[in-house]
């Protein structure tokens, strides 16, 4: 199976700020990556696809980047909404695994 | 935009059976059968678990391998209806369980149901 490491597993940040995840897969997934974001209680949410499209109706604040190995989702000015956990999800093959997660929250 | 509506909660003893159903709605423009459902499960305060994927076209069906044996997923077209069966319940399947529509091949979840907490005590 295809390990998924997220770094850090929290951040703390200020509206405005400037925020980078980052995700590292074990091996090559090509640009099979997708991003999600939850809230407590609430289902996981689809953000970005193919490590860098973005999911229709989701803010242009929302980026991400890499191929291979190396991924990163941006925020690139941190609004109220946005506090929440955010995962990656390998889609190159079965069985899909996802990181740990990453929790940004307020400074 | 397509609804997903999940089944309520269950509190099952250990070695019982759930079955959490997804009913799918608001797909115009499209049929059930076109669809993929991925089922995606949360440990009380820990991350996302992977657990399957169905095709509603064929029934083809991808299982987490160590889930294998334990769960059972279909679909019924003539309800545009989802499930999910777990067997032999322990109390580390204690979780919220998501059903979501599977896209591009079943690998990304786009649309999410509510989820349905699964308490499994005895």
């Known amino acids: 199976d295809i390990q998924m490491t997220q770094s850090p597993s929290s951040v703390s940040a200020s509206v405005g700020d400037r925020v980078t995840i980052t995700c590292r897969a074990s091996q090559d997934i090509s640009s099979w990556l997708a991003w999600y974001q939850q809230k407590p209680g609430k289902a996981p949410r689809f953000l970005i696809y193919?490590?860098?499209a973005l999911e229709s109706g989701v803010p242009s604040r929302f980026s991400g980047s890499g191929s291979g190995t190396d991924f990163t989702l941006t925020i690139s000015s941190l609004q109220p909404e946005d506090f929440a956990t955010y995962y990656c999800q390998q889609a190159n093959s079965f069985p899909l695994t996802f990181g740990g997660g990453t929790r940004v929250e307020i400074k | 935009q397509v609804q997903l509506v999940q089944s309520g909660a269950e509190v099952k003893k250990p070695g019982a059976s759930v079955r959490v159903s997804c009913k799918a709605s608001g797909y115009t423009g499209y049929t059930f059968t076109t669809f993929g459902f991925s089922w995606v499960r949360q440990a009380p305060g820990q991350g996302l678990e992977w657990l399957g994927w169905i095709s509603a076209y064929n029934g083809n069906t991808n299982y987490a391998q160590k889930l294998q044996g334990r769960v059972t997923m279909t679909t019924d077209t003539s309800t545009s209806t989802a499930y999910m069966e777990l067997r032999s319940l322990r109390s580390d399947d204690t979780a919220v369980y998501f059903c979501?529509?599977?896209?591009?091949?079943?690998?990304?979840?786009?649309?999410w149901g509510q989820g349905t907490l699964v308490t499994v005590s005895s």
């Open positions: 979501a529509r599977a896209i591009r091949g079943g690998v990304y979840s786009d649309n």
């Open positions: 193919s490590a860098s």
